[in-house]
């Protein structure tokens, strides 16, 4: 299995503009997540999908941040639009849930928001 | 609320020497414990779990951790260390029967071993 995917790898943008980060989670897990990773703050989950529903987006830090999960195997995070405290890791992380279930990471996306 | 302490932001150990990273928790009920490792570039990786059973729980890589309930610790150890460890690592608590977004992960802790 190739894990989880994520993409682009990096990506440099200038304020204000559109920035779409994208996930693939592993094939059969029914449950995904997405972290933003800062020196600042740590790791923060900021949405959480079971079987393609939003569970929890209470991590979401304001209404410029937007995802989805259109089927099984894919996912975005939108941020609209973009500010400079919004550069930091952001990775996508994906479980088959059971009461013992461990994350699967994919390797980020490092956001620079200009 | 749960929560998740790692007291040391970086701990620096000798090739071959053992090593511990700490972690102490707080959370109702029996707690659902994790560590995770980092290594530069890539997302987090499983490293161990404890969930019931066994106070002592191996995991990836020789590294063991021990559950203490009564210091509500769950430090992360290994016998011998490798310069190959060196990596940020993260202890993770989960409060049992809630959902999975409740993972809370602690802030890390840069592990660093020279030769």
């Known amino acids: 299995d190739a894990g989880v995917i994520q993409s682009p790898r990096h990506e440099v943008t200038e304020m204000g503009q559109e920035v779409t980060l994208r996930c693939k989670p592993i094939s059969g897990h029914n449950s995904l997540f997405w972290y933003r990773q800062t020196m600042m703050r740590g790791l923060e989950l900021l949405i959480y999908f079971n079987n393609n529903v939003p569970i929890d987006d209470s991590g979401m830090p304001e209404d410029r941040f937007s995802a989805k999960m259109p089927n099984a195997s894919f996912s975005t995070l939108k941020i609209q639009p973009s500010e400079p405290r919004d550069s930091a890791v952001y990775f996508c992380?994906?479980?088959?849930?059971?009461?013992?279930?461990?994350?699967?990471f994919g390797s980020g996306t490092q956001l620079s928001v200009l | 609320a749960q929560s998740v302490a790692q007291p040391e932001d970086q701990v620096n150990v000798a090739e071959g020497n053992p090593l511990t990273v700490k972690c102490t928790y707080s959370v109702s009920g029996n707690p659902y414990l994790f560590w995770y490792v980092q290594y530069p570039n890539r997302g987090l990786q499983f490293l161990l779990k404890y969930i019931t059973g066994d106070n002592l729980v191996k995991g990836s890589y020789g590294f063991e951790a021990e559950f203490n309930k009564s210091q509500t610790s769950f430090h992360l150890k290994k016998p011998s260390a490798l310069v190959s460890d060196s990596a940020l690592y993260f202890c993770a608590v989960r409060a049992p029967y809630s959902s999975a977004s409740k993972i809370i992960f602690g802030s890390g802790t840069r592990l660093s071993i020279r030769p």
């Open positions: 992380a994906s479980s088959l849930v059971d009461r013992n279930e461990k994350l699967f």
